[in-house]
């Protein structure tokens, strides 16, 4: 029978055939963050395979070699070869990516139960970065769910701990203890953003409502305050520059936009992301861009096209805030922004995500391409609608030169925007 066995093939595998039923992972957390220095799994792009036994075990691993004698897998770290004639079916799993995608589309966003099991699965994985979003639309619907706090908190921590390591938290197969293959953090020919035109689009998106951590020197108050000496709204009396010199840096940062002091924009120092930036990394640069738009079979590469985004997993700022400019400053043949900030819903970058029946603004046939949403009510489009409306209108004119490779230049003029 050994013989005749099929190779290896490519297939939409039941969860059940993967080792363990995801139906059935919601028994108590029992889950642990990841520790620091553990294996992590290389590009193998989902190559986990299930080998079913005539005797009816089913074995899952990490293909490693086939032959028509046998069939070697890499299981929980060990090569184990078994022999063909044992063997009554082998399959190819389709990446976790994949899997996860296709069991959501049968889950409703308010079924909190079924997402939990979802959630739970995902960080089993190793999955924490899809997992979080999912459990953070639960804790939107039942903000008590213990075991919606559970998993979050442990989502959370994976995540911390891959990113302290300089991983990006992404798996792309299914086994948590293959052996990693380095890969680079991005392609080092992309020029990406640096550290002060991040803090300079961190000072534009500045909610004064909800504002990030932040300083200000008090040389440079004591500067704006000579400069600006005639400045109706400077204060006269040495008592008012005192008081503003001792201010808190909020109330500082308040002043030099009322006045527009925007040569000093530049000495504030921005300590974490805007409210509207954080929206951002968490609601589309984590949840669907780094994954499905920036990678090299999209637009990540050379081969990319006009609109080229950098290649990198990573959490790290100068990826993200690389990707939100070249978002917003991109325009299509026929001059449209990606980004419609008056109505959000309406955005191109989100219709393109959308599967191609239901939008009349279909993502441009692409070998590969799948849909990023399930629909306009797909949970991570309204996400990415709250981002883009969070972002400061009307839009300002960061000042920062900036041409990336194969992308369109911008000629939109910035409008006042009142700072």
């Given at each position: 029978m050994g013989a005749t066995r099929k190779p290896i093939r490519c297939r939409i595998v039941v969860s059940v055939l993967a080792g363990v039923s995801w139906v059935g992972l919601s028994a108590a957390v029992g889950l642990r963050p990841a520790i620091p220095g553990q294996i992590q799994p290389s590009d193998t792009s989902g190559r986990s395979a299930t080998v079913v036994l005539?005797?009816?075990?089913?074995?899952?691993?990490?293909?490693?070699?086939?032959?028509?004698?046998?069939?070697?897998l890499l299981i929980n770290g060990i090569r184990t070869t078994i022999d063909a004639r044992r063997i009554r079916e082998s399959y190819i799993q389709p990446p976790i990516e994949e899997r996860y995608k296709a069991v959501r589309a049968t889950i409703e966003d308010d079924d909190s139960e079924q997402l939990l099991q979802l959630a739970r699965w995902l960080i089993e994985k190793g999955r924490s970065?899809?997992?979080?979003?999912?459990?953070?639309?639960?804790?939107?619907?039942?903000?008590y769910n213990e075991l919606a706090k559970k998993l979050h908190t442990i989502a959370q921590q994976n995540l911390k701990l891959l990113e302290t390591r300089g991983d990006d938290g992404a798996r792309t197969d299914d086994n948590p203890d293959e052996p990693r293959t380095h890969r680079p953090e991005t392609d080092e020919q992309f020029p990406l953003l640096s550290d002060e035109d991040?803090?300079?689009?961190?000072?534009?998106?500045?909610?004064?409502?909800?504002?990030?951590?932040?300083?200000?020197?008090?040389?440079?108050?004591?500067?704006?305050?000579?400069?600006?000496?005639?400045?109706?709204?400077?204060?006269?009396?040495?008592?008012?520059?005192?008081?503003?010199?001792?201010?808190?840096?909020?109330?500082?940062?308040?002043?030099?936009?009322?006045?527009?002091?925007?040569?000093?924009?530049?000495?504030?120092s921005v300590l974490e992301d805007p409210k509207s930036i954080k929206l951002f990394r968490e609601s589309v640069y984590r949840t669907w861009?780094?994954?499905?738009?920036?990678?090299?079979?999209?637009?990540?590469?050379?081969?990319?096209?006009?609109?080229?985004?950098?290649?990198?997993?990573s959490m790290q700022p100068n990826l993200y805030y690389t990707d939100l400019l070249i978002l917003e400053r991109y325009r299509t043949d026929s001059g449209l922004p990606l980004i419609n900030f008056q109505a959000p819903a309406e955005s191109l970058l989100l219709k393109m995500g959308l599967p191609r029946r239901e939008t009349s603004t279909p993502h441009p046939e692409a070998r590969g391409w799948?849909?990023?949403?399930?629909?306009?009510?797909?949970?991570?489009?309204?996400?990415?609608?709250?981002?883009?409306?969070?972002m400061w209108t009307p839009r300002p004119d960061y000042g920062i030169d900036y041409d990336p490779p194969t992308a369109l230049t911008p000629d939109a003029e910035a409008a006042d925007d009142g700072r």
């Open positions: 005539h005797d009816g075990q089913v074995i899952t691993g990490i293909l490693v070699e086939e032959s028509k004698d046998s069939i070697t970065d899809l997992a979080l979003p999912e459990l953070e639309g639960v804790l939107r619907y039942e903000p991040i803090n300079i689009m961190r000072v534009w998106e500045i909610d004064l409502n909800d504002p990030p951590r932040l300083t200000i020197d008090r040389s440079t108050i004591e500067a704006v305050l000579v400069k600006f000496a005639d400045h109706p709204k400077v204060p006269e009396t040495a008592a008012g520059r005192a008081a503003l010199l001792s201010a808190e840096p909020i109330d500082q940062l308040r002043f030099l936009f009322d006045i527009r002091a925007r040569d000093y924009y530049d000495q504030v861009l780094r994954n499905s738009c920036a990678t090299a079979r999209c637009h990540g590469g050379p081969n990319a096209g006009r609109l080229r985004l950098p290649i990198g997993k799948r849909p990023v949403f399930r629909g306009v009510n797909d949970r991570n489009y309204r996400r990415a609608v709250e981002w883009i409306t969070s």
